[in-house]
């Protein structure tokens, strides 16, 4: 095995929940990516990448931006986005909830759609799920309309790199699309971040997902390293 597929295998829990793909027709029949762990990953993705892997006969077929703010974000920033109210999920009375909002977001998506009860409590079994971290907000019923979980990422003298803050995944209803709700919800789960003392945030989004990447970039985010998955 070569050390970037090595690298990107130990990867693969974190990449199952990017964001991807900038489909926007939920009655097509479902996603068109393939998932993650099909996929043989190039991280980083270099320009010689796509020319080195078709010789093995694979195409490129999935592009993974890492994203990085620093911390806290710009205070123009923060105050140019509307203020909302989050509490932190809480698995007896938000699970259906959040599957409801999570299943019509990302029906597109391979890694992240179709999530079931069993999925998501698999999910909230990870070591490093702390619900404080894991936002989410309610419409004026009390309905979920969108959430944004959080994950903290120990520093790591191996990959020199400091702690980091990762959105690990979010949402707005699509009935909400375009609102300001999605960039209410990255300020507010990027202030808990910070709140825990962390300095750097970091997220994973699909390249074509071109809503989500200019939302990210208008809050500051830049992109750090590109992935690129092949078959
Ligand atoms: C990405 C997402 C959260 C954005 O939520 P939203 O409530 O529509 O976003 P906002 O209304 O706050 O818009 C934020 C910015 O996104 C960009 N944006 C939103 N929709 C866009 C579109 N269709 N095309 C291009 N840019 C768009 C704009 O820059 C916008 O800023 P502006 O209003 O100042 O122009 C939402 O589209 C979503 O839930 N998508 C499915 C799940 C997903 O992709 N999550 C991201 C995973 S990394």
Redesign the pocket.
């Known amino acids: 095995m070569l050390p970037w597929m090595l690298t990107m295998t130990a990867m693969l829990p974190r990449l199952r929940t ?2 991807s793909g900038a489909v926007t027709d939920p009655t097509a029949s479902g996603p068109t990516l393939p998932p993650a762990d099909e996929l043989e990953w190039v991280v980083p993705l270099e320009i010689s990448s796509d020319h080195a892997m078709s010789e093995r006969g694979l195409a490129r077929v999935r592009t993974i931006l890492q994203m990085r703010c620093e911390l806290p974000l710009a205070a123009g920033v923060t105050a140019s986005v509307r203020k909302i109210k989050t509490e932190a999920f809480d698995p007896i009375t938000d699970s259906a909830g959040f599957l409801d909002v999570n299943n019509r ?2 029906w597109w998506h391979p890694d992240q759609g179709g999530w079931d009860q069993k999925r998501l409590m698999g999910e909230l079994q990870g070591d490093w799920v702390d619900l404080g971290g894991f936002l989410v907000h309610r419409d004026d019923t009390s309905r979920i309309d969108g959430y944004c979980w959080t994950r903290v990422h120990a520093p790591s003298a191996d990959e020199d790199e400091p702690a980091l803050g990762e959105i690990y995944a ?3 209803d699509p009935h ?10 990255v300020v507010a789960g990027l202030g808990h971040l910070h709140s825990e003392d962390l300095d750097h945030g970091i ?1 994973y ?1 699909e390249q074509d ?4 990447v ?2 990210y970039l ?1 809050l500051g985010f830049h992109v750090h390293e590109r992935r690129g998955g092949y078959r």
């Open positions: 990017v964001a977001a990302f979010i949402a707005a909400c699309h375009g609102r300001g709700l999605g960039k209410a919800l997220l989004v997902n071109e809503a989500a200019q939302m208008k």
